[in-house]
């Protein structure tokens, strides 16, 4: 697809909980190694603004957490557990920070290249968690402040059939358990449920480990 399918800045411009549920559905893609890979977003999560505690800009503006302060549209990918990357979508006009983790998507297109990037597992397994996904699309620190509205970095997010109100479940965000409440357990993760995508212990796997 071209550049009119992909999803435009002021997309993004919106409130983070509405973006994140509103990403369900749309497709994640990427050429890499000679094939268009090609995901449906199936899984994410809302951060919004310097007093959400479990947001990176909690601690302010600084060298990491710089993207989220920018455009809408752009990738904020940062690395974490000093091995694993995932990849947001910055929300809201610039100087606000906010972001959507993209957690998991059901891949549709470049199977070869995500099986041998995700090699030994099944393929029900090759992009359920926010640093599979990266895995498996090739996604690191270089794609750090890409416009994910245009083909031109080589990521982008393409508008798709939105996902129905009776398909979506909404749960507290994953891997914050030191983060005090509210923040802890507001339902600011939005899934498709249920998806091909998921295996039958999916809820029990993201409670656990989301890598």
């Given at each position: 697809?071209?550049?009119s399918?992909?999803?435009?800045?002021?997309?993004?411009?919106r409130?983070?909980?509405?973006?994140?549920?509103?990403?369900?559905?749309?497709?994640?893609?990427?050429?890499?190694?000679?094939?268009?890979?090609?995901?449906?977003?199936?899984e994410?999560?809302?951060?919004?603004g310097?007093?959400?505690?479990?947001?990176?800009?909690?601690v302010?503006?600084?060298?990491?957490?710089?993207?989220?302060y920018?455009?809408?549209?752009m990738?904020?990918?940062?690395?974490?557990y000093?091995?694993h990357?995932?990849?947001?979508?910055?929300?809201?006009?610039?100087?606000?920070?906010?972001?959507?983790?993209?957690?998991?998507?059901?891949?549709v297109?470049?199977?070869?290249?995500?099986?041998?990037?995700?090699?030994?597992?099944p393929?029900?397994?090759?992009?359920?968690?926010?640093?599979?996904l990266?895995?498996?699309?090739?996604?690191?620190?270089?794609?750090?402040?890409?416009?994910?509205?245009?083909?031109?970095?080589?990521?982008?997010?393409?508008?798709?059939?939105?996902?129905?109100?009776?398909?979506?479940?909404?749960?507290?965000?994953?891997g914050i358990?030191?983060?005090?409440?509210?923040?802890?357990?507001?339902?600011?993760?939005?899934r498709?449920?249920?998806?091909?995508?998921l295996?039958?212990?999916?809820?029990?796997?993201?409670?656990?480990?989301?890598f």
């Amino acid at each position: 697809m071209g550049l009119s399918s992909c999803l435009p800045s002021d997309w993004y411009a919106r409130d983070p909980l509405l973006v994140a549920r509103d990403l369900l559905g749309m497709q994640l893609v990427r050429p890499l190694d000679g094939q268009v890979l090609r995901g449906v977003i199936t899984e994410t999560e809302a951060y919004r603004g310097e007093e959400d505690l479990a947001c990176h800009a909690r601690v302010g503006r600084t060298p990491r957490t710089a993207v989220m302060y920018g455009p809408p549209g752009m990738a904020y990918v940062y690395f974490t557990y000093g091995m694993h990357w995932c990849l947001n979508a910055v929300c809201l006009p610039p100087d606000f920070p906010a972001a959507v983790l993209i957690r998991a998507v059901e891949p549709v297109d470049g199977m070869e290249v995500m099986a041998a990037r995700r090699a030994g597992r099944p393929r029900g397994q090759w992009t359920d968690g926010p640093a599979k996904l990266t895995q498996a699309f090739g996604i690191d620190g270089r794609q750090n402040g890409v416009d994910l509205t245009s083909p031109s970095g080589g990521l982008w997010i393409e508008a798709a059939e939105p996902v129905a109100e009776e398909s979506v479940s909404t749960g507290s965000r994953v891997g914050i358990h030191n983060v005090p409440e509210p923040w802890r357990s507001l339902p600011w993760r939005f899934r498709v449920n249920p998806s091909p995508n998921l295996s039958p212990n999916r809820g029990e796997e993201s409670n656990s480990s989301p890598f």
